[in-house]
């Protein structure tokens, strides 16, 4: 299991621990769903971080699991991987009390929808946030990178597949805090800790209200951009990148580094 949690004082951190990069595999993925859904029913937790240890955030999903999957010609594991996204992604967003990301490293792919529909995002220096899905034959999550950075900068982003840094992103107003990465964590906690002071049934309406009057139905959105990863699968093209990486004919770290 890749995920940790612990709850102190009313705030809940779960930790991502799949090393070397935090690729979440599909039943963590899932997994990372259920802890937030079950948040909606315990009073005792107000507040969530979502952070990782080891080099970065999450480098997107495992690819190699994926293609483990479907050595048969089937397509399972492409299915079940953007399932469990999709599911991770709305438990976040629809977690009934808000969520504090706390990212180190870097934040590609996976990270990007997870982080984009977070409550409050607090980042390390220097942290790259990025969309490599074209590269990987792939689309999905640009519907939560434009929560991040304006509209035509994120064209550009998904087109180049080019990071933006964490200090790019809090000159947005994305990003609450920039601070250097020994002081993630508490920094992290301090934001969590002022949410978890509050009323819990006010900062649980809060959380409702926000997220109704949000102009854009982010689970339906990511979605329709699914849709297009199973067109561009059909075509080939999402298989011939997945198999690339496996052959090591493109750096598996490049985007992480």
Request: aromatic share 6%; hydrophobic share 45%; proline share 4%.
């Amino acid at each position: 299991m890749a995920l940790h949690e612990t709850v102190t004082d009313g705030v809940a951190t779960i930790t991502m621990d799949n090393p070397p990069v935090n690729a979440l595999g599909i039943a963590d993925t899932y997994g990372l769903a259920a802890l937030l859904d079950g948040y909606g029913k315990r009073n005792d937790v107000r507040a969530v971080v979502l952070t990782a240890e080891g080099r970065g955030f999450c480098a997107g999903v495992d690819i190699k699991e994926i293609q483990a999957m479907d050595t048969d010609g089937g397509h399972l594991g492409l299915v079940e991987a953007n399932r469990s996204c999709a599911e991770a992604f709305r438990a976040v967003y629809e977690c009934a009390i808000p969520v504090v990301a706390a990212v180190n490293g870097f934040c590609l792919g996976t990270g990007i929808g997870l982080v984009g529909n977070a409550d409050v995002i607090v980042a390390a220096e220097g942290v790259g946030f990025g969309l490599p899905e074209v590269d990987n034959g792939a689309l999905g999550a640009a519907t939560h990178l434009m929560r991040l950075v304006p509209a035509h900068r994120a064209r550009w982003m998904l087109y180049s597949c080019e990071p933006a840094s964490a200090e790019e992103l809090h000159g947005y107003g994305s990003v609450l805090r920039v601070v250097p990465a020994d002081d993630l964590a508490a920094s992290a906690a301090e934001v969590a800790a002022t949410i978890a002071s509050k009323d819990g049934s006010v900062i649980r309406a809060a959380k409702a209200s926000m997220n109704g009057i949000d102009p854009v139905d982010v689970r339906t959105s990511y979605r329709f951009e699914q849709g297009f990863t199973f067109e561009l699968n059909l075509l080939g093209r999402g298989d011939e990148a997945r198999a690339a990486f496996l052959r090591g004919e493109r750096d598996p770290n490049a985007a992480a580094d």
